[in-house]
């Protein structure tokens, strides 16, 4: 048996479970069919900036939560970073207890509203279901009861804030409102601490605001929980950069007695080839951070961006298929995804890949681009782009993408806008103003896997700053144990004085 | 929030600015920016700090009406709030004891300069300023660059103030007549290409601050994206400042010009509604 945590395994044997259980039998619950999350129009939504989900009702949630067996071994809970107690919340909605369902789920998840809208349920929990794994039919949709549970208890109005200790006026630094951050500041505001979010641009969120799109993640849902956190007493400073307009050393000075870095990895990547730096050439971020964050296309603001006709859009991961139908949106006639390996290694989640299709989005997988060219202002107007094929399979196993030969291997396409979305870099500024900090060689944190503490005592880290770009879920993960991290080393300091 | 403690114009279109912001002030060192966004619906555009007292918790930008945002600031007052100043931004000019540095301002680059005048000057060089602007009254700063110069020369594009002639003249004429050592030039970009090509002929080692087009100015967008030396480098983390001979300036120039368009229109449309309401 899989390493299935305890508290999970408990609750399964509590009475209203196990009658639960008997009130239906196993067949009829696996006769039914899976939950069709509704959207709207693929050729009404690729031209707004409403979100493309639309929800499901109570009582699609009550018969997709009759699906789930209950399993002796809830194999789906191993795929969850953060150990949601998958088939308790389930179980819950299956009884019509929607806000008891909710407070289950936030027990080891502070942000249920968002991660049930990007995780990327289908590599985690739903591919460790045991539909998938045993009966080789679809997955209980887990990803959308959870955001349903979450939805359900926000418009309730009956939203929960957790209980905070009493406070113990210590005082501890957030750095970056990124899901790593908000995690780790919510939970040590919950064990009494006096806690400073620090974030370096003007509004919270970190990716969550000036990355993932409207179309899939409403700014609303994450300022409710930005508000429910100032409810428990987290403060929050926009536009200070620590390492920037305070040293470390001053937060020091001014009673901060321990860190959580949680900068992300914010730093475009650009693949260095000719004709990269024309005007209408973008790295994601910029693209993304002018619509999202800046509202460029809104008339009465006044960042501006360019709009194309012909968008080609380099990568195949989240940020890319973001990027490509933010482009549709804005009103490009051809908006094409450029990805160098096949559709089924795109990184980007599944459900993300089958709203471009639906939405009009080209894909030319196996292509890559090797130059640009522009007209003679300097504006890209050409790209030409090389056809790949995949070799055999690496030490690694992966199939690599190697250029083919011969007649046509390469062509030329027209595009007015290109966005490269090719991967990012951590986020130097924390490093290089803490020259102490061990770093490994791709620029991430050094820290301890459990507790996430770096090589410096009271600095501790989690999210893309030590991973890499990867996911929200991890990020926030990340975020809780570095919490447990610093009050497990706040106790022990404390004690030792 | 940052609150506008004083203001004052050098002439029509260019105007100094005081403001509240303790921890930047306390931090900032010759050669950093911030970023600014004015309101809820306005743009982040970068500002060099030209002066910073830490004990009042004040920075002073001095800023030239170009467009849309340049022009709604200098349109506020003392009292006034500015909703977001961030910084400082970019890395601190390296200063040392290089001996006898000449130093290009041009425009509005003068205010930039400036902190880096003094700072040279601090740090034991004999510094010769030359200011150049198209006419009388786009001369700024000047009683400050000669608190910490060993020499101002003015020169001015019709003559009507200083010597008549444009910068790299100016400049010539230093170099011509002594030993300069180092040079730092700021102003638009096409006058830190002519600046630096004029101190290349006599291989004198140039330092130049780039003014590109900027988003977020953390190293987060590639917006300030730059060749230096056939590399690409973002101008906001790895600049401002850079050596002027390495700087590809028909590309910079080419990417400042992206927005062109959009910026001229923005800008027509606010020069009518301000005329409107007034
Ligand atoms: C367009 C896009 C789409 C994505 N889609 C998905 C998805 O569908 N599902 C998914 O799971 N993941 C997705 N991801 C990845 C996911 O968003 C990240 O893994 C996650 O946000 C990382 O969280 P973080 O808290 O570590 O960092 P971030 O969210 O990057 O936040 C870091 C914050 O720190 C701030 N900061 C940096 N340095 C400082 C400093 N010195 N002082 C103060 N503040 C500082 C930054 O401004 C930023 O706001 C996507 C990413 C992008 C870019
Ligand atoms: C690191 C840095 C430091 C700077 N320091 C100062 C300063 O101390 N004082 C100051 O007045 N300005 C400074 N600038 C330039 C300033 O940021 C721009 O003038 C400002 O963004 C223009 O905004 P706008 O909305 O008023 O004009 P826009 O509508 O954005 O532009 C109007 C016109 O100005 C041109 N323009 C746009 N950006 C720039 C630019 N960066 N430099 C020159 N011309 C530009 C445009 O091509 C256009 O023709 C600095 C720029 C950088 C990158
Ligand atoms: S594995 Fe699937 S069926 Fe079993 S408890 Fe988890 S969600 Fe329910
Ligand atoms: S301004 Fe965004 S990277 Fe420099």
């Not at chain 2, 340049?70 to 000019?93: F, K």
């Not at chain 2, 100015?217 to 050596?243: H, L, N, Q, Y």
Request: charged share 25%.
């Amino acid at each position: 048996m899989e390493n299935i945590a305890q508290y999970i395994l408990d609750g399964r044997n509590e009475d209203w479970r196990v009658e639960l259980r008997k009130s239906m039998k196993a067949k009829e619950r696996t006769s039914i069919v899976r939950v069709i999350m509704p959207e709207q129009d693929p050729n009404v939504r690729n031209k707004n900036s409403v979100e493309v989900n639309t929800g499901i009702t109570e009582e699609m949630a009550i018969a997709e939560a009759h699906r789930c067996l209950d399993c002796p071994e809830p194999t789906c809970t191993t795929g969850c970073p953060v150990g949601i107690n998958i088939p308790a919340f389930i179980k819950k909605i299956e009884t019509g207890d929607f806000l008891g369902a909710a407070s289950v789920i936030k027990q080891t998840n502070a942000l249920p509203a968002v991660c049930g809208r990007v995780c990327p349920q289908e590599k985690q929990c739903e591919l460790n279901c045991f539909y998938t794994q045993k009966l080789k039919k679809p997955a209980i949709a887990i990803g959308n009861l959870e955001r349903f549970t979450a939805d359900y208890e926000r418009n309730s109005g009956k939203m929960s804030i957790p209980d905070v200790a009493k406070a113990n006026k210590h005082k501890i630094a957030v750095v970056g409102s990124g899901p790593a951050g908000l995690a780790a500041a919510g939970d040590l505001a919950k064990a009494g601490y006096d806690v400073t979010v620090f974030e370096a641009l003007h509004e919270i969120g970190g990716v969550l605001k000036y990355g993932i799109p409207e179309f899939r993640l409403p700014n609303d849902i994450v300022d409710v929980e930005i508000e429910n956190m100032r409810k428990m007493g987290v403060k929050f400073r926009t536009d200070y950069i620590v390492g920037k307009t305070s040293s470390f050393e001053d937060l020091r000075a001014d009673g901060f007695e321990a860190f959580f870095v949680g900068s992300g990895a914010g730093l475009p990547r650009f693949m260095n080839i000719p004709g990269e730096n024309f005007n209408g050439i973008f790295s994601s971020n910029e693209y993304l951070t002018r619509v999202n964050l800046m509202k460029a296309a809104h008339e009465d603001y006044d960042t501006p961006v360019l709009m194309g006709k012909n968008v080609a859009v380099i990568g195949g991961g989240n940020t890319a298929m973001d990027s490509v139908r933010t482009a549709k949106r804005l009103g490009a006639e051809r908006a094409m995804i450029i990805y160098r390996r096949s559709m089924e290694e795109m990184p980007a989640r599944a459900e993300e890949v089958h709203h471009a299709l639906d939405e009009g989005i080209e894909f030319l997988n196996l292509h890559n681009p090797i130059e640009y060219f522009a007209d003679e202002k300097g504006r890209v107007n050409k790209m030409k782009v090389q056809r790949m094929e995949l070799a055999e399979p690496d030490a690694s196993g992966r199939r690599r993408p190697v250029p083919m030969e011969g007649e046509g291997a390469q062509f030329d396409i027209d595009v007015d806008l290109v966005i490269v979305a090719v991967g990012v870099s951590p986020n130097p500024i924390v490093p290089e103003s803490l020259k102490q900090l061990k770093m490994t060689d791709w620029g991430t944190i050094v820290v301890d896997k459990e507790t996430m503490q770096s090589s410096i005592e009271d600095v501790f880290a989690g999210g893309d700053i030590v991973r890499g770009g990867a996911t929200v879920i991890l990020a926030m993960g990340d975020g809780r144990k570095a919490a447990a991290g610093i009050h497990k080393y706040m106790m022990e300091k404390v004690a030792a004085n | 929030m940052n609150k506008i403690i004083e203001k004052e114009f050098f002439s029509e279109n260019v105007a100094k600015f005081v403001l509240e912001a303790p921890e930047i002030a306390r931090s900032r060192k010759a050669g950093h920016f911030v970023i600014i966004r004015l309101d809820e619906k306005g743009e982040r555009v970068p500002l060099t700090i030209s002066d910073g007292d830490p004990e009042k918790g004040t920075i002073t930008l001095v800023v030239q009406k170009v467009g849309v945002t340049s022009a709604r600031l200098l349109d506020m007052n003392a009292g006034d709030e500015i909703l977001d100043v961030v910084g400082p931004l970019g890395h601190a000019t390296h200063i040392q004891n290089y001996g006898t540095v000449l130093c290009a301002g041009g425009g509005v680059g003068v205010a930039p300069l400036l902190p880096i005048i003094k700072a040279l000057k601090e740090a034991g060089n004999k510094v010769i300023s030359v200011l150049a602007g198209r006419t009388r009254e786009l001369i700024i700063l000047e009683d400050e660059v000669a608190a910490y110069s060993d020499e101002v020369i003015v020169m001015t594009d019709d003559g009507s103030y200083g010597k008549k002639g444009l910068v790299t003249a100016g400049m010539e004429e230093v170099i011509q007549r002594e030993k300069v050592d180092k040079a730092v030039v700021i102003g638009p970009a096409i006058m830190m290409k002519f600046g630096s090509l004029t101190t290349k002929k006599y291989n004198i080692s140039t330092e130049v601050s780039l003014n590109t087009i900027m988003v977020d100015g953390t190293g987060m967008c590639g917006a300030c994206r730059v060749s230096i030396g056939g590399k690409t480098k973002f101008v906001c983390v790895d600049g401002p400042e850079f050596d002027a001979f390495l700087v590809d300036w028909d590309e910079m120039m080419m990417r400042m010009g992206a927005y062109r368009t959009e910026e001229h229109q923005a800008f027509e449309n606010y020069l009518q509604t301000a005329e409107i309401s007034k």
